[in-house]
């Protein structure tokens, strides 16, 4: 009787760590399970600051611990540009259009940045990101109105951002829990930013540190 009990726990366990096709995780699997791991190297990190700012004056990187900060009257990332101050980590050279694609990082935000995008998914068919991660006095949200998760200053969180794009879908875990899903904006030319990027009602100050940054890419 208990050999029978046993095989049916360990059944039960198999099924819970397995991935379901199309990049949806079961509850009770790590959402990198049924997932590659890209190769990076440092030349992928594309740092995206304030034009008339030297790097270190808006970015460290110590002890696996990538620091970007930026202030509100700052200049865009571009002469050209009429977009809002940032200090963001462009991934780069891992562009895609199809397939389930997965953004995994530590975030830390301390407490004060607010009103500034933390992580998202540039590229769409409508409008110029698929996701937008934000913080807003503590609480992450999705775009502006969406709670996603709260209370969540000055502590590191493990975030995997996970799209797929044949499918429409944009999942984000916090922790190994899923906390939000959302249809996508539509097919382009995507990739992964993070960092800060000023918003609306934005803090003067704005700053979040990065560190254990992957890509996967679902098997074919």
Not at 195 to 206: I, K, L, R, T
């Amino acid at each position: 009787m208990r050999a029978g009990l046993d095989c049916k726990f360990l059944a039960l366990v198999v099924v819970l760590s397995t991935v379901v096709r199309d990049g949806d995780v079961l509850c009770g699997a790590d959402p990198t399970d049924g997932f590659v791991q890209v190769p990076l190297t440092e030349w992928n990190f594309e740092l995206q600051k304030p034009y008339d700012k030297p790097l270190d004056q808006r970015y460290s990187y110590h002890d696996g611990v990538r620091r970007l900060w930026v202030y509100a009257d700052d200049k865009p990332h571009d002469p050209s540009s009429m977009t809002k101050p940032r200090t963001e980590i462009r991934i780069r050279g891992l562009d895609y259009s199809s397939g389930v694609w997965q953004f995994e990082g530590y975030g830390f935000v301390p407490n004060g940045t607010s009103g500034v995008s933390i992580l998202q998914i540039h590229g769409a068919s409508h409008g110029a990101t698929t996701f937008m991660l934000r913080i807003y006095n503590g609480d992450l949200k999705y775009y502006v109105s969406d709670l996603v998760d709260i209370n969540d200053y000055d502590k590191w969180m493990r975030f995997n951002l996970i799209h797929n794009v044949d499918g429409g879908k944009v999942t984000l875990f916090i922790d190994g829990i899923k906390k939000f899903e959302a249809n996508d904006h539509g097919p382009g030319d995507l990739y992964f930013k993070c960092g800060v990027y000023a918003q609306a009602n934005a803090s003067y100050y704005m700053e979040s540190r990065w560190k254990d940054i992957k890509i996967f890419k679902a098997h074919d």
